[in-house]
């Protein structure tokens, strides 16, 4: 399913097949959290003008509503929203750590409270599965246990043993599900996480333990919540060598173009993060210039458009001041005409360093835009 086609140092350029579409890799992963992405940006726009490739949805948020139950009768995530191309699924966890309140933990799950209604939930491996296979996406994510960081070194040791002996469970129930006559789609493929916060041996074996389960990919996770850029860095160095070399390689919601050129550089294949869209709300847009503050007052007049010879629609049809006049008069239109600016600026940097790792030329490429596309205009 997945081909490494080149690679420039620890930097790999690859190809990953699904049942659903082909996806050309380094890749970002759109996040289109209750199944649209936010800022009124349809399934259809991101196909048609924005070079998407993954969409990715949230299973806590959809289990909660609509519902999966009600997805699958639709036939799933694809027929419900539109989007033909590959989708991935996270599991829950990290919003069942982050979100809910009042949780329980124990070897069979978690029991929480909804943060919509405080309903009480209970979601275990088992229950993440169904509910993914409900939705019938592409790539399914195993459930597993979000530490807080920062977490003691015990409890982060048995977190990690703990989601280990979770996942082998999700892979049994994916198993199982993928057989039944019912299932949307029978070839849902399991991604495994890794845990185990800040700590180096924690991190290094937990990656060797659910290397040993030959799952479809692998993810690094717990990372980009409020640990400095470096301390990531050095956790995706020490735990890289241990990572399959065969298979695809996940970094969960990271994050600014920064962070995917470094990323990228020490062999990350893919990328999720709500910073584009949620900072494209507020009118933050990410330009080859430097991001740009589209509410100054220097763009009231503006003509140009947010960068000139951008290819986004934004970018082709519309100025600055146009667009700030929307971001500060609250219409939604504003907000969706810098989601799609900020999106197509993310998947065009992915298209930019496939072509130099396919050149050759990435860690030139990455030398020379990555202090200036972090610079603040």
């Known amino acids: 399913m997945f081909k490494v086609l080149k690679k420039e140092g620890a930097a790999r350029r690859g190809v990953f097949e699904t049942v659903h579409g082909t996806v050309q890799t380094p890749a970002f992963m759109n996040v289109a959290t209750c199944a649209a992405i936010k800022g009124a940006v349809s399934a259809f726009d991101l196909s048609d003008d924005l070079h998407t490739q ?3 949805c949230n299973t806590y948020h ?26 991935l699924t996270d ?14 933990i124990n070897e069979e799950g978690v029991t929480f409270n909804s943060h919509i209604d405080g309903k009480k939930i209970f979601m275990g491996p088992e229950e993440s599965m169904k509910i993914q296979s409900n939705l019938g996406s592409t790539i399914a994510m195993a459930f597993d246990e979000c530490v807080e960081n920062p977490a003691t070194y015990e409890y982060s040791k048995q977190s990690c043993a703990r989601t280990t002996r979770w996942l082998k469970r999700c892979k049994i129930k994916m198993a199982e599900l993928n057989k039944r006559e019912d299932t949307v789609n029978p070839n849902q493929l399991l991604f495994g996480i890794n845990q185990g916060c800040t700590f180096d041996d924690l991190r290094i074996e937990h990656m060797k333990q659910i290397a040993d389960l030959e799952l479809d990919g692998y993810a690094i996770g717990g990372l980009a919540v409020g640990e400095p850029a470096e301390v990531m860095y050095h956790i995706i160095e020490q735990v890289e060598p241990y990572m399959p070399k065969d298979k695809i390689r996940y970094l969960m919601g990271v994050g600014t173009p920064a962070n995917i050129l470094e990323a990228v550089e020490r062999g990350v294949d893919l990328f999720d993060c709500v910073m584009p869209s949620r900072n494209a709300r507020h009118g933050h847009l990410f330009t080859w210039e430097g991001i740009r503050n589209i509410n100054n007052e220097k763009y009231k007049e ?57 050149n050759g030329t990435f860690t030139e490429f990455k030398n020379e835009v990555i202090v200036k596309i972090a610079t603040r205009i």
């Open 302 to 358: 503006d003509h140009d458009p947010i960068e000139v010879g951008c290819g986004c629609p934004t970018c082709r049809r519309h100025s600055r001041a146009y667009v700030r006049h929307l971001i500060r008069a609250g219409e939604m239109l504003g907000q969706r005409l810098c989601v799609q600016h900020n999106l197509y600026f993310y998947n065009t940097l992915m298209e930019k360093i496939r072509k130099h790792l396919d």
């Open 91 to 104: 599991s829950g966890g990290f919003q069942v750590f982050s979100l809910a309140s009042l949780r329980k």
């Open 54 to 56: 993954v969409m990715l």
């Open 62 to 87: 959809l289990h909660l509503r609509p519902g999966d139950e009600l997805i699958k009768n639709f036939g799933g995530l694809h027929k419900f929203t539109g989007w033909q191309g590959p989708i």
